[in-house]
């Protein structure tokens, strides 16, 4: 993603940006690769002191604000990840947090969410069930704070779900919406067909990629104007990008 091209990219860069707290290197790799495949940009951190070192120096680019989700586990060397937690939510740093942890019992989980977990995901875990939860969670915290995101000439209002072009409200279906908040997630950058189907449907079929390339269609139509370059890029055999202003 480009740096300092407007608020909407300052603001998606930190919705975006997904810290992984775990000790175990194996798992944390496999975390590490999978998010960034679905298009998050991943920081790691292998000891609790780490992370909340990460998440609360003003120095730091994982500071409260500029950190879309944290993925914590519970049992790390140095402080652990219910201390973590703890502290994050003492210091005033409410981003959101998906603990993950052995330990499934409901006293477990009810502790998670005692001590200011968002979410609570009870190991081994799917993949996929960790980047829904981790988007659900993104996007209520997003809702809560009421945000807009602008890139370019185009404006979503997250809480209503309605988008704006220079200043005229564009009409929209709901899954043309969830198309187009996927790749105002990241402006300029060439997002994969298969991960916009996962993020828009939850499931990879080959109506989904067909319903894609129709959606596309019907976007461009409603945002693009003669004599301009198309809000949206097709890379053929690749996917889709947003145009991002330069």
Same mark, same amino acid.
């Given at each position: 993603?480009?740096?300092?091209?407007?608020?909407?990219?300052?603001?998606?860069?930190?919705?975006?940006?997904?810290?992984?707290?775990?000790?175990?290197?194996?798992?944390?790799?496999?975390?590490?690769?999978?998010?960034?495949?679905?298009?998050?940009?991943?920081?790691?951190?292998?000891?609790?002191?780490?992370?909340?070192?990460?998440?609360?120096?003003?120095?730091?680019?994982?500071?409260? =604000?500029?950190?879309?989700?944290?993925?914590?586990?519970?049992?790390?060397?140095?402080?652990?990840?219910?201390?973590?937690?703890?502290?994050?939510?003492?210091?005033?740093?409410?981003?959101?947090?998906?603990?993950?942890?052995?330990?499934?019992?409901?006293?477990?989980?009810?502790?998670?969410?005692?001590?200011?977990?968002?979410?609570?995901?009870?190991?081994?875990?799917?993949?996929?069930?960790?980047?829904?939860?981790?988007?659900?969670?993104?996007?209520?915290?997003?809702?809560?704070? =009421?945000?807009?995101?602008?890139?370019?000439?185009?404006?979503?209002?997250?809480?209503?779900?309605?988008?704006?072009?220079?200043?005229?409200?564009?009409?929209?279906?709901?899954?043309?919406?969830?198309?187009?908040?996927?790749?105002?997630?990241?402006? =300029?950058?060439?997002?994969?067909?298969?991960?916009?189907?996962?993020?828009?449907?939850?499931?990879?079929?080959?109506?989904?990629?067909?319903?894609?390339?129709?959606?596309?269609?019907?976007?461009?139509?409603?945002?693009?104007?003669?004599?301009?370059?198309?809000?949206?890029?097709?890379?053929?055999?690749?996917?889709?990008?947003?145009?991002?202003?330069?």
């Amino acid at each position: 993603m480009t740096e300092g091209s407007g608020p909407g990219q300052a603001y998606f860069q930190a919705m975006d940006r997904v810290l992984v707290v775990e000790d175990d290197e194996e798992l944390l790799s496999a975390l590490e690769r999978h998010l960034s495949e679905e298009g998050f940009v991943v920081e790691t951190a292998q000891d609790g002191n780490e992370a909340l070192a990460m998440l609360l120096s003003p120095a730091s680019e994982l500071r409260a =604000g500029r950190t879309g989700a944290v993925v914590l586990d519970l049992l790390l060397p140095g402080l652990n990840g219910r201390e973590v937690c703890y502290r994050l939510r003492a210091a005033g740093c409410w981003v959101p947090v998906l603990m993950a942890s052995a330990f499934g019992e409901v006293e477990d989980r009810v502790q998670g969410f005692h001590d200011g977990a968002d979410d609570y995901l009870v190991k081994p875990f799917s993949l996929a069930e960790l980047v829904v939860r981790l988007r659900a969670i993104m996007r209520r915290d997003a809702w809560r704070e =009421g945000r807009s995101v602008e890139v370019g000439d185009l404006r979503f209002d997250l809480a209503t779900q309605r988008v704006w072009q220079q200043g005229r409200e564009v009409e929209l279906s709901r899954r043309e919406l969830a198309v187009l908040s996927v790749l105002m997630n990241r402006p =300029g950058i060439v997002l994969s067909r298969q991960a916009i189907v996962r993020a828009v449907w939850g499931r990879e079929e080959r109506r989904s990629a067909n319903l894609l390339e129709q959606h596309i269609c019907k976007l461009r139509r409603k945002l693009d104007t003669p004599c301009e370059p198309s809000h949206i890029d097709t890379l053929p055999r690749v996917g889709y990008r947003l145009r991002a202003p330069r």
